[in-house]
């Protein structure tokens, strides 16, 4: 293509709206345009990128076995019912009603979608394992869309389902869904770390989440750099400290609980003050509205609850913090001052917190709290389960050195649905013998756009996008410096048709501009190779310069033709 007649806006200023470097760069080197928060159109180069994305995901699923379909994003709420996810999806689903008030919805995933049409469709185990795959658009209300592709509400996703016969035919599907992962993020050219993650709410057996480590990532990982452990922060179990840090004494024999007045001391920095002592030897009480049940959950003074580790041991879909008359109410103190003691509410607790000794609590009384509280002398719990986050330094699970955390983007997820699912639906096959058993599910799914900004991430630097080859919208930029000098414009055309009979996507910069202007436009798209015509065109020399490097090379025209050919064959094969 000639970029005088091509579609891209270039931005030269950043829009004020984009915050991380993705966000800005899309917009700037014109490949999207938002519609509303969390809405984008493509433009065409846009567009050309995120197919190319979708190729190589299409690639890798086909080789993997896998048969490509196409659901339909309107979907009839009784697709939902059994899974119980038309509640679950609570506002996040984008809901509408039909002519005649029938309650639809936009597919915010499709789980029973597939579920559904294998019931109606498989009956035998010679058609098992069976895998299939959409690469579909999806809708999701989400709380905060933000950082452009990185949370949307409208976007494509690749999602992919297993369908086998037991534990063992699953095992192999999703071995075989974590290989084509990798082959799909290297081929993006991407640094990626696989982590286990949590199962929760969506049951199953065993889950792993694909993270591009970065800043601006919503994910936190937990990573072990000594026994290569990774784990989701959400899932990483933490090992508990088991000793309160004071003297001996204190540590082993219980001394009697005392009701100590703190009139001015609610939050751990005043009580730490106040009691002058470290948060390691305070418990922290904290209640939770989980649906319609009021529970109360406790950390150590200076550790924070993990709420998806909390929800997932509760088993409910909302969790918030209780509102200060639900405090009140069920302690019968102001906000501040709640404890374990007396309090006749469901009570979760920490192993580190069942572990200490003599420590301080709220008193449920305002203005009060207690101290040497022990826990089976003064309070029992329902449960003692791990419900905190890790932090750095804290021990790895697996191999006890200091753990490091992250931000990561989730770009992928892998998923043992086992057969929630199909149990839910009846989705059953007849085995050799004609007993009928539950089909044996898995779920797999890819953000597209996620992953086009999560590229971009970790492909860029001050003068816009770097894209690795695989990706690019164009291989190679033709620059001629004069589009006005004829010798120029000829040299440029020769390689420009050479090139593309070369079978090398190239386009070529024949506006009128600076050259300044071109180069400054070539390097916010982001295409890899750039060839640049000048006045030694006549001598048959031209530059070549990759986007990913600063270094300029004269080449006989001949030479940069073969290295271009060259360098575009060996990164696609
Ligand atoms: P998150 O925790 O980021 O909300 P999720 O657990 O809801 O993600 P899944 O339901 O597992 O995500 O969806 C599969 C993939 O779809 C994710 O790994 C992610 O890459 C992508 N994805 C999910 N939500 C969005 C979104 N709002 N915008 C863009 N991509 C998304
Ligand atoms: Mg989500």
Request: a negative charge; glycine letters at 8%.
């Amino acid at each position: 293509m000639r970029i005088s007649k091509m579609f891209i806006p270039t931005l030269r200023e950043v829009p004020a709206e984009a915050e991380i470097a993705s966000h800005k760069l899309m917009l700037r080197a014109g490949l999207i345009r938002k519609q509303a928060s969390g809405i984008y159109s493509f433009l065409p180069l846009g567009y050309r990128i995120f197919r190319k994305i979708e190729q190589i995901i299409r690639e890798e699923m086909d080789r993997s076995g896998a048969q490509e379909l196409m659901m339909s994003a309107l979907l009839p709420a009784e697709v939902y019912q059994p899974s119980g996810r038309w509640e679950v999806f609570g506002p996040e689903m984008f809901r509408l009603k039909d002519r005649n008030e029938r309650d639809f919805c936009l597919g915010p995933a499709h789980e029973e979608v597939f579920t559904e049409i294998v019931r109606n469709e498989i009956r035998s185990y010679k058609s098992l394992p069976m895998m299939l795959y959409q690469i579909q658009t999806k809708y999701r209300d989400e709380i905060r869309p933000r950082f452009g592709f990185m949370r949307c509400r409208e976007f494509v996703m690749k999602d992919a389902y297993s369908f086998d016969r037991d534990e063992a035919g699953l095992d192999m599907s999703y071995s075989k869904m974590y290989e084509a992962y990798c082959r799909i993020f290297d081929r993006c050219g991407l640094d990626y770390i696989v982590v286990d993650a949590d199962s929760g709410a969506m049951g199953g057996s065993g889950s792993q989440e694909f993270m591009v480590k970065s800043e601006i990532g919503e994910a936190e990982v937990v990573f072990c750099e000594s026994c290569g452990y990774a784990a989701n922060r959400e899932k990483a179990q933490c090992v508990p400290e088991m000793c309160c840090p004071g003297e001996e004494q204190r540590c082993c024999d219980e001394l009697p609980l005392e009701k100590v007045a703190t009139p001015d001391a609610r939050t751990i920095e005043e009580l730490m003050k106040f009691f002058n002592c470290s948060p390691k030897e305070f418990a922290k009480t904290l209640i939770f509205q989980a649906d319609d049940r009021v529970v109360a959950a406790m950390v150590r003074g200076d550790r924070e609850i993990n709420e998806t580790k909390l929800r997932n041991h509760l088993g409910c879909n909302e969790l918030n913090m209780a509102d200060p008359e639900t405090v009140k109410r069920v302690t019968h103190a102001d906000v501040g001052f709640a404890g374990p003691v007396g309090l006749g509410i469901e009570l979760i607790v920490d192993p580190e917190v069942a572990a200490m000794k003599n420590f301080v609590v709220g008193a449920n009384e305002t203005g009060y709290h207690l101290k040497n509280v022990n826990m089976g002398r003064d309070f029992k719990a329902m449960a003692v389960i791990d419900i905190r986050n890790m932090e750095e330094g804290d021990g790895c699970p697996k191999c006890g050195s200091p753990v490091k955390v992250a931000h990561g983007i989730e770009v992928g997820h892998i998923f043992k649905l086992g057969t929630k699912y199909s149990k839910a639906f009846n989705c059953t096959y007849l085995d050799e013998a004609g007993k009928e058993h539950p089909m044996v599910m898995g779920s797999y799914g890819i953000g597209v756009n996620r992953l086009m900004a999560a590229i971009i991430e970790q492909n860029n630097d001050e003068n816009g996008i770097i894209w690795p080859v695989s990706i690019a919208p164009y291989h190679v930029v033709i620059i001629p410096v004069n589009a006005t000098i004829e010798e120029q414009m000829k040299t440029a055309e020769r390689i420009y048709s050479e090139l593309q009979s070369a079978g090398v996507e190239v386009i070529l910069d024949d506006r009128n501009e600076r050259a300044g202007v071109k180069f400054k436009d070539a390097d916010l798209i982001g295409i890899p190779i750039r060839i640049t015509v000048g006045k030694k065109a006549e001598k048959g020399i031209v530059e070549y310069k990759l986007r990913k490097s600063s270094e300029v090379k004269e080449l006989k025209i001949e030479d940069a033709i073969a290295q271009a050919r060259q360098e575009v064959m060996s990164a696609l094969n």
